[in-house]
């Protein structure tokens, strides 16, 4: 396995606020490493605020009428655009109000793609963002989604309506519960509970004529012979998709590679509830390297590499995380806790053997459907920024909760293929 200090964070640093009309500017965001040094700089980003006339993504503004961005009558600023040295331009979805928790990727194609939305309660400001960019409302040709947890697919719905040219992508094993949300917003309540209504909001249908439900290796034209390739990617849940770019190297992993949120100096795994599967997940990572990229771009955030590294450590991660579940499950056992004791002993294994701070207050991340979305508990008063964010994304809870799950199904031969 590589070691952790291989693994390097492409782009960090100062945010700069993209602000309608504002003059044209672009700066290098000063990057640098974590104090324990296992992550390093690797790679020059730039911050770029956007004029009126011309766009990072080198197309004119569109003469058509504006992208509607809400339909609260408010201003919504739009957020920090950051472009990569491959071209890809990351949005920051804004989740929870705070930066560095879920990004949205955006292709510059003749066919455009923004890969993830984010959630629906932050859905505007990634629009009047890709507004600012130069998206018109008849510009954006997909909407690419790695799987439809509130997280990443909350705001789908919006983005269709404000894009109405722009086809959702999704797997054909998640397509039914965006174009009838119901049971995925029941379910998400579930897990999230007051943070249903305060950081995430309920997914709005997309018709169902809208979606384009793909298969494991299908692929997306973006024009000029640049093609994505979609693949089945289970592991996190069952309707999870990668998305390799061959022409960049590159590939968007979701949360099938784990979360690495600033302030952490290694990968996390996601292993939520109800769907996790480590045979299911290892097989992805493989298919990843297969692949042959050279950089990773995270969900929860941002572009890490080498890949191949970056791949080792989610491997070496997931392994380690379940082997010392099963341990603080049997020791569990051994002393007699059952039900919500035997969740917390393990929760609090995690937490002490991998170094996770834990949050103030953690409710339990449970769900029985495979619509459960994938983030823990945050709190009101949490300490920082950075604890913050890794409350919200990476509570122990959930992954602990998550993984009992999985190894439940796995000793009592419930476990499919995918989960």
Known sequence: MAAAGAVSRVATGAITWVAPGAITGVATAAISGVATGAITSAATATWATVTAGTTSVGRPRSASSEVAVSNDGEQHDPPPVL???????????????????????????????????????????????????????????????????????????????????????????????????????????????????????????????????????????????????????????????????????????GDSVGVQLPGMTELRPATPPPEFHLDAALRSLDRYRQRAPGRIYLAHYGPVEPADAVLDQAEEQLRRWVEVAEQARDEAHTLGLTGTHELDHVAETLQHRFHVQPPATEEAGGGDTADDADDADVTDDAGSLDDARLRLLNDTRANAAGLLRYLHRRDTGELTALG
Not at 98 to 123: F, H, K, N, Q, S
Not at 124 to 143: E, R, T
């Open 83 to 253: 472009t990569h040295d491959d071209g890809v331009i990351a949005i920051d979805t804004l989740t929870a109000g705070m930066t560095d928790v879920t990004a949205g990727y955006l292709i510059d194609a003749p066919r455009p793609a923004l890969i993830e939305c984010g959630p629906a309660l932050t859905i505007a400001s990634v629009l009047q963002g890709l507004a600012a960019l130069g998206l018109g409302p008849n510009d954006l040709a997909y909407l690419v989604l790695t799987h439809i947890h509130l997280d990443h697919a909350g705001g789908a719905g919006d983005v269709a309506a404000a894009f109405p040219n722009a086809t959702v992508v999704v797997s054909e094993h998640g397509a039914r519960h965006l174009a009838e949300p119901d049971r995925l917003n029941a379910s998400s309540a579930r897990v999230y509970g007051p943070l249903f209504d305060t950081v995430y909001g309920a997914c709005t249908p997309v018709p169902a004529a809208r979606l384009r439900s793909v298969a494991d290796r299908d692929e997306l034209d973006l024009g000029a012979g640049r093609v994505l390739e979609l693949l089945h990617t289970p592991g996190h849940a069952k309707h999870h998709l990668g998305v390799v770019d061959p022409d960049i190297g590159a590939v968007f992993s």
